[in-house]
C-alpha cells in the first residue's frame, strides 16, 4: 500500500504560478509511475500530468502544455507540479495518483492508477 499526500494548493491569481507536492511514503518510490489529475467544479476528474518512474519521461494534457511541469525526485520520495500562467479554467481539486504498473507509454486514465491522495485545492482568481 502506498500512501500519497498532496500540499502547496491555495488561491493565485490568473497569470500567476503555483506549485503542488506529491510525498509518498514506503521504500518504493522509484518504481512508481506518478501522474496528477484534477476535478474542475461540477465536471469529470481528467488528467493533467505523469511521470516515468525514472523521471525521464513526461506526458501533458495538451491544455496544460507550455504552462505545467511535472518532476519528481525519487530521493525524497515526491512528486511536483509547477503550475505557471494560471488561468481561471486551472481552478479545481488537484490529486496524485500512482501505479506500480509499467507501461511503455505513460497511461492517462484514471483506472490506470491504483493509489491516489486527498486532493489539494487550487483556486485561480481574475
Known amino acids: 500500500q502506498v500512501q500519497l499526500v498532496e500540499t502547496g494548493g491555495g488561491l493565485v491569481q490568473a497569470g500567476g504560478s503555483l506549485r503542488i507536492y506529491c510525498a509518498a511514503d514506503?521504500?518504493?518510490?522509484?518504481?512508481?509511475?506518478v501522474a496528477w489529475f484534477r476535478r474542475p467544479p461540477g465536471k469529470d476528474r481528467e488528467f493533467v500530468a505523469a511521470i516515468s518512474r525514472s523521471g525521464g519521461r513526461t506526458s501533458l494534457a495538451d491544455s496544460v502544455k507550455g504552462r505545467f511541469t511535472i518532476s519528481r525526485d525519487n530521493a525524497e520520495n515526491t512528486a511536483d507540479l509547477q503550475m505557471n500562467s494560471l488561468e481561471l479554467e486551472d481552478t479545481a481539486v488537484y490529486y496524485c495518483?500512482?501505479?506500480?504498473?509499467?507501461?511503455?507509454?505513460?497511461?492517462?486514465?484514471?483506472?490506470?492508477?491504483?493509489?491516489w491522495g486527498q486532493g489539494t485545492q487550487v483556486t485561480v482568481s481574475s
Open positions: 495518483a500512482a501505479t506500480h504498473t509499467w507501461s511503455a507509454v505513460l497511461r492517462t486514465g484514471e483506472k490506470d492508477y491504483e493509489y
Open positions: 514506503g521504500r518504493t518510490f522509484n518504481k512508481l509511475t
